[in-house]
Nanobody
């Protein structure tokens, strides 16, 4: 198993930036494709970004493409999501997820392990 803990969320003004982190423990981090998802109040959870286990391949939702960068440091067992030019519609709980395999995996149904989430609130 792998345990995931997100951090870095908070309150930011529109146009600002945040960097989310996802720290993993347990099994070998580099064996897992990783992803970020988010869930806004009253909405279903949606895909944000994903990265292959080596970090060479990434994928983004259209809603964040060009404003966000997903990355990972396998030596630190940590994945990141740098979000820039934040908008009020980015407000959500952000979750990181892990799945054994190469990745990137784009569907939440492909992921076995999930963190507890970190709140991101963007004020207008």
């Amino acid at each position: 198993q792998v345990q995931l803990v997100e951090s870095g969320g908070g309150l930011v003004q529109a146009g600002g930036s945040l960097r989310l982190s996802c720290a993993a423990s347990g099994r070998t981090f580099s064996l897992y494709g990783m992803g970020w998802f988010r869930q806004a109040p009253g909405k279903e959870r949606e895909f944000v970004a994903a990265i292959s286990r080596s970090g060479e391949s990434t994928s983004y939702a259209d809603s964040v493409k060009g404003r966000s960068t997903i990355s990972r440091d396998n030596a630190k067992n940590t994945m990141y999501l740098q979000m820039n030019s934040l908008k009020p519609e980015d407000t959500a709980v952000y979750y990181c997820a892990a799945q054994l395999g190469w990745g990137p995996f784009l569907s939440e149904y492909e992921y076995e392990y999930w963190g507890q989430g970190t709140q991101v609130t963007v004020s207008s």
